[in-house]
């Protein structure tokens, strides 16, 4: 079964500190890779999504994104980080030409002032 | 502007008894999704439809209906509520067409007793 992979479930950095959130997924198709954010007590907001090209994806408020199509990964990244930046992110990955999203687990990122 | 709604933001109620959250959209897209927000399992995809009358089980849909009659809502029926359906839900819609982004309603909070 297709499943994705955060491997980070918490992560505590200081302001300014370089961020690289871990996504990997199991499926050897064409898949289509998001990142969402979920700021505390807010929905989920698209971060960045990767559809086909240039596999490096950048997104909004400063986060960029690698498709590594033969390590199967979508890390999500920022050079420093922003108090801002505290929320929960999800990578979700949908296949083929289905319409459903699956996500992995999520990562609760706390950026200490 | 065109948005995703739920309804109730909050709910609390006893076991046995049947629940039903709304979700409502105006973006006139053909997909909704409702999904549940555990600690620790991200988002699971409840039930799912790509359009009016079409309704397919997600990866956690036992316990769990719902109902396509317009493009617009999507409500989703808890038919007997137990205590390992406190959660909370959220509902998403999309475009059809591959890589489209889905956008998150802001969440039912529900509380099973």
């Known amino acids: 079964a297709q499943s994705v992979s955060q491997h980070n479930h918490h992560v505590i950095l200081s302001e300014a500190a370089s961020l690289e959130l871990g996504c990997n997924y199991s499926?050897?198709?064409?898949?289509?890779l998001f990142w969402y954010v979920q700021y505390p007590g807010q929905h989920l907001q698209l971060l960045l999504k990767?559809?086909?090209?240039?596999?490096l994806v950048k997104g909004i408020k400063g986060f960029e994104a690698e498709f590594i199509k033969s390590k199967f990964s979508f890390n999500l990244r920022k050079p420093s980080v922003q108090w801002s930046d505290t929320a929960e992110y999800f990578c979700?990955?949908?296949?083929?030409?289905?319409?459903?999203?699956?996500f992995g687990s999520g990562t609760r990122l706390l950026v200490r002032p | 502007d065109a948005e995703i709604t739920q309804s109730p933001r909050h709910k609390i109620t006893e076991t046995g008894r049947q629940v039903t959250l709304a979700c409502h959209q105006t973006?006139?897209?053909?997909?909704m999704f409702w999904y549940r927000q555990d600690l620790g399992h991200g988002l699971r995809l409840i039930h799912y439809?790509?359009?009016?009358?079409?309704?397919n089980k997600g990866e956690v849909s036992d316990g769990y209906s719902v109902s396509r009659s317009n493009t617009e809502d999507l409500p989703l029926t808890l038919e007997s509520a137990a205590s390992s359906q406190t959660s909370v839900y959220f509902c998403?819609?999309?475009?059809?067409?591959?890589?489209?982004?889905?956008?998150f309603g802001p969440g039912t909070r529900l509380l099973v007793l």
């Open positions: 998403a819609s999309s475009e059809t067409g591959r890589g489209e982004t889905q956008y």
């Open positions: 499926y050897g198709g064409t898949v289509n």
């Open positions: 990767y559809f086909s090209g240039d596999p």
């Open positions: 979700a990955v949908i296949r083929d030409s289905s319409y459903k999203l699956i």
């Open positions: 973006w006139n897209h053909n997909n």
């Open positions: 439809s790509y359009g009016v009358q079409d309704t």
